[in-house]
């Protein structure tokens, strides 16, 4: 049991360059959810999906879009990387919205370097 | 404004030693709360939960405690252990409001 799955784990881009982050959950999960980690700051949330077909701006969203692919896999992607996005980003699933007491299960993260 | 603050924003301890980890909120109104680990180059892991109800929860040699009235919460590690070494997350939900805010994190470090 994989639980979430993030790819790539390391990239390195330079300004202006598009990428897309990939995530995909095995536990059939209804709700999945982008993050992005700062040293010394608390996990910010970018975008999240609450079902399949659906999905919403969080806390960080510009500069960055996503696609639910469908219910276990979902993407983020930098049109147009800067180096402000430099960031650990995590990918996490819920069985439910709004969580409902339920955890989010955490993918291991993608490490990207915009130079 | 709904916030989460964790202290301290790092500590040591000798194996073996006690400590507590200390969590404030302005989360309102309150569902849940919650306490993560994260080892180093991993996500998050949920530790346990505390609702509106609960007091105290145990889960090994971790021992949550939760005070709705002062709204903050403790983690309380017994007899740690090198594999202790982590951040440790407190997270908040709003009730009916569907997201989550985090704390900071608290950096442990256990040394031999």
């Known amino acids: 049991n994989a639980g979430v799955t993030q790819t790539p784990k390391f990239q390195v881009l330079k300004t202006g360059q598009s990428m897309t982050l990939q995530c995909a959950q095995d536990?059939?999960?209804?709700?999945m959810y982008w993050y992005r980690q700062d040293p010394g700051m608390g996990l910010r949330l970018i975008y999240y999906?609450?079902?399949?077909?659906?999905?919403d701006k969080g806390e960080v969203p510009n500069g960055y879009n996503v696609s639910r692919l469908n219910k276990r896999e979902f993407s983020l992607r930098l049109e147009s990387a800067a180096p402000s996005q430099t960031s650990v980003y995590f990918c996490?699933?819920?069985?439910?919205?709004?969580?409902?007491?339920?955890?989010?299960?955490f993918g291991d993260g993608t490490r990207l370097s915009i130079l | 404004k709904n916030q989460v603050e964790q202290s301290p924003q790092s500590l040591i301890i000798l194996e073996g030693k006690n400590c507590t980890l200390q969590c404030n909120y302005t989360v309102s109104p309150f569902s849940n709360l919650r306490w993560y680990k994260q080892d180093t180059g991993r996500g998050p892991v949920s530790l346990t939960i505390m609702t509106f109800s609960e007091n105290t929860k145990s889960n090994g040699r971790y021992t949550a405690t939760l005070d709705a009235d002062t709204k903050q919460s403790s983690l309380h590690i017994t007899a740690s252990q090198l594999s202790d070494s982590a951040s440790y997350i407190c997270v908040v939900m709003r009730t009916n409001a569907g997201k989550s805010t985090f704390g900071d994190g608290t950096t442990l470090t256990v040394k031999p």
């Open positions: 999906s609450a079902s399949e077909g659906t999905t």
């Open positions: 536990m059939n999960h209804n709700s």
């Open positions: 996490a699933s819920s069985e439910a919205w709004p969580g409902l007491g339920q955890p989010q299960h």
